[in-house]
């Protein structure tokens, strides 16, 4: 009985991380963020999974990268800054941010 119930636990945990992770890349497109970054190779700007490789475990990744995604920013992956993007609210960074450190 046990055993069934834990299975049913992390089946239903994958499925929701799927879901998120579906729904994150979803909103990346629709806002244009794709244009500029790719999940794995660096295009204008850095692969997502750079991003949240060199943003592990850092306590104030989520927040910092938040105001970077709706202000933009300069300097950290070399010389093109990223612009602002005000079609992105902070609920939909928020979002793009999880999504984005939640890559391995």
């Known amino acids: 009985m046990k055993r069934s119930l834990m299975f049913c636990v992390v089946l239903s945990a994958m499925a929701s991380t799927s879901a998120f992770a579906q729904d994150a890349l979803a909103l990346a497109k629709a ?11 660096k295009l204008v700007g850095p692969a997502y999974k750079d991003v949240a490789a060199k943003y592990a475990g850092q306590k104030d990744a989520e927040p910092k990268l938040v105001q970077k995604v709706m202000k ?31 890559l391995k």
């Open 31 to 41: 806002k244009n963020c794709m244009a500029c970054h790719a999940i794995n190779n």
């Open 72 to 102: 933009g920013g300069s300097g950290v992956w070399g010389s093109v800054p990223m612009p602002a993007n005000p079609q992105v609210s902070e609920a939909e960074a928020q979002t793009l941010v999880k999504w984005i450190l939640s």
